[in-house]
């Protein structure tokens, strides 16, 4: 199997953990990043770098992993050099440079939805689509901690798209929007609760004023409820009712691979740029959900 080249645009926080799982998956990496600390690092988890992308040398694919706020730019910039792209969400904070992007590449951009590839949420979406449980009636999914590392876009657009894009993995669709409401302090938006869909019903919550962090998603189906908890939860715990004792529900556990989802993401990004099968979220469904949470900031009343 031949050694892919992979390009990096940014090494944060986030993107060491994009860099040491390409290296895993055996990339050779080159890391563009204008922070000379960011490249120390990545030089350190044996990446090639260099301080902007004119220098970086031919590469097979691209992933981008800079402030959300820059993507957009970044993405125009990698495209130039007609290679497939993965970019971090959002991929684009507005609908006109949305639409723009996928017009002009719209089978070799993907943007990266890791929950996509969480291995709970594909037992969560298997368990939903064979209706073992009846059909669903409601979904309800928390994202919650306090505050955030990221400063150049508020909250709602770091944590909002997790969620509707486990919407999308879990129902096969994304519900529309019906209604939002936003959380403040301080004059920031820092939180939202956002409904959509009637039939079944989702309802997301999100903020960065909960003292500890939490990260779950409830599927409430006919006959029992299905909950994963946390990011590297081993097991989904289903709730049916007791007929016999109803106050206490009868309660099992089916067990979940505690494979990185982020390794997962990657991996199928390795294998597309091989000949392989696309990464999950195309150009089609990333418009889909950069216009829902649009339509879900304007209901809140978060933008014009």
């Not at 509707?164 to 301080?186: C, D, K």
Request: charged letters at 20%; proline letters at 6%.
């Amino acid at each position: 199997m031949s050694r892919l080249h992979i390009g990096q645009i940014g090494c944060g926080v986030w993107g060491l953990n994009i860099l040491r799982d390409l290296k895993a998956l055996g990339a050779q990496v080159c890391v563009v990043d204008m922070s000379a600390d960011a490249r120390a690092a990545a030089h350190t988890l044996g990446a090639q770098t260099f301080d902007c992308l004119e220098q970086m040398p031919p590469v097979d694919g691209i992933v981008v992993a800079t402030p959300a706020s820059s993507h957009a730019d970044v993405i125009n910039q990698c495209l130039i050099r007609q290679v497939p792209v993965f970019s971090e969400k959002p991929f684009t904070l507005d609908l006109a440079s949305a639409e723009a992007l996928a017009a002009k590449a719209p089978d070799r951009l993907f943007v990266m939805h890791v929950w996509r590839y969480h291995p709970g949420v594909e037992v969560l979406r298997d368990l939903v689509s064979v209706q073992k449980y009846g059909p669903v009636e409601w979904i309800r999914t928390m994202r919650a901690n306090w505050t955030s590392p990221r400063t150049d876009v508020d909250s709602i657009w770091t944590m909002l798209p997790h969620d509707i894009s486990i919407l999308q993995e879990v129902l096969g669709f994304i519900p529309e929007p019906t209604a939002a409401f936003a959380e403040h302090n301080a004059g920031v938006a820092n939180g939202i609760v956002a409904v959509l869909g009637g039939s079944p019903r989702a309802v997301i919550e999100t903020s960065t004023r909960f003292e500890n962090k939490r990260r779950e998603i409830r599927v409430h189906c006919a006959d029992a409820v299905l909950v994963l908890q946390g990011t590297d939860t081993p097991e989904i715990n289903i709730h049916r009712l007791d007929e016999n004792a109803p106050l206490e529900p009868i309660s099992e556990r089916f067990p979940v691979s505690s494979r990185s989802a982020l390794l997962r993401e990657l991996e199928t990004f390795l294998d597309y740029l091989r000949g392989g099968p696309s990464p999950k979220t195309g150009m089609n469904e990333a418009l889909k959900i950069t216009r829902t949470i649009l339509a879900l900031r304007k209901m809140a009343g978060l933008d014009d």
